[in-house]
Nanobody
């Protein structure tokens, strides 16, 4: 089992950048593929970005964030990151990191992620 704690959210203006971190407990972090999801008020949780667990670290992104967001991981620090550039008001949401214990590559399906953090609020003002 792994516990996840997100940090780095806040209030920024459109066009600004923000970095999120997700710290994982335990010694098996490297065995998990990781993902970031977000949920805006009144909307369903949606995929943002994912990174594989294996060396080479394949990544995938939602079309809405491609070219603006970057996911990365540091297994020595048990941490996954989400760098967000050129933020837009529509990026406003609670951002969650999640761990996927099975399968190779990346996944955009929330049902494939077994562990979730509590979330961190990102608000982008226009």
């Amino acid at each position: 089992q792994v516990q996840l704690v997100e940090s780095g959210g806040g209030l920024v203006q459109a066009g600004d950048s923000l970095g999120l971190s997700c710290a994982a407990s335990g010694r098996t972090f490297s065995r998990y593929a990781m993902g970031w999801f977000r949920q805006a008020p009144g909307k369903e949780r949606e995929f943002v970005a994912a990174i594989s667990r294996s060396a080479g670290y394949s990544t995938s992104y939602a079309d809405s964030v491609k070219g603006r967001f970057t996911i990365s991981r540091d297994n020595a620090k048990n941490t996954v990151y989400l760098r967000m550039n050129s933020l837009k008001p529509e990026d406003t949401a609670v951002y969650y990191c999640a761990a996927r214990p099975m399968g190779d590559g990346t996944s955009s399906y929330p049902s494939e992620y077994a562990y979730w953090g509590q979330g961190t609020q990102v608000t982008v003002s226009s």
